[in-house]
């Protein structure tokens, strides 16, 4: 079998089942596992998979520029937006993490909302300014250019103090058994923070990123309260979280 035929076998079996099993896979198309593992190498030096113990999950599409990433699904982040801000109360603190989707729920926030509202994201806080009963407050560090996020110790040490009833987490990866990742280390300890202090954690998710993995792990599964995601998502992606006592929430179109 040719290399070019192995690795679409890989991928169909990833985009089919989430995740591959190197010495199953081996075994079921009759290679050595080194000839799998190397194949495994190659997807991943090409951005396709992510390499994880025994085997592969998919990667993320969220390695483009925020730029890039506002014009990608611009339809289904409104509809998670619209969807996600049913979670916000007056009087609550919420942590809003960085993102375009989060970026969206700035933008759909109820008018007369009173509540404190924490973000890393500098255009999350801008849009905030247009909200007069809502303290918006902005945590500092050095900006992820990537993610136009402010991360490192200041924001890991401010996120620390901070008490939240909810929070809206931004996400690059999600699969059942990774849990939540991040390609960037630094924003994964930020992340990581903010899921620790917060009652409730909402995952704002596209279709196009359930199931993958990413290298640096945020938060294991059972950290989640709520995933709100696309509302034309197939029930069957989401059972596996659903079976976890997961609150599945899908956007409104």
Known sequence: MLKEERQQIIMDTLRREGKIVAVDLS????????TIRRDLRD??????????HGGALLRSPAGVSYRERQLMSSDAK???????????????????????????????????LHATIVTNS?????????????????????????????????AVEAFSAIHAD????GVCSLHPELGVSTPDYEESLVKRVMVKNSAEVAALVTVDKLGTGAPYTVAPISDLTYIVTEPDAADEMLEPYAAKSITIMKGKK
Do not use: F, W
Request: charge should be negative; charged fraction near 15%.
């Open 122 to 154: 500098p255009p999350i806080a801008i849009a905030l300014a247009e909200y007069r009963d809502v303290q918006t407050v902005m945590i500092g560090g050095h900006i992820l250019s990537s993610s136009l996020v402010t991360i490192g110790a200041a």
């Open 166 to 169: 909810l929070c809206m987490l």
């Open 27 to 34: 075994a079921a198309i009759h290679v050595s596992e080194d």
């Open 78 to 112: 409104v509809n998670i937006a619209k969807a996600a801000v049913a979670l916000v109360r007056n009087r609550q603190v919420i942590i809003l993490d960085g993102g375009t989707t989060t970026l969206e729920i700035a933008h759909q926030l109820p008018i007369g």
């Open 43 to 52: 997807l991943a030096d090409a951005g396709l998979i992510q390499r994880v």
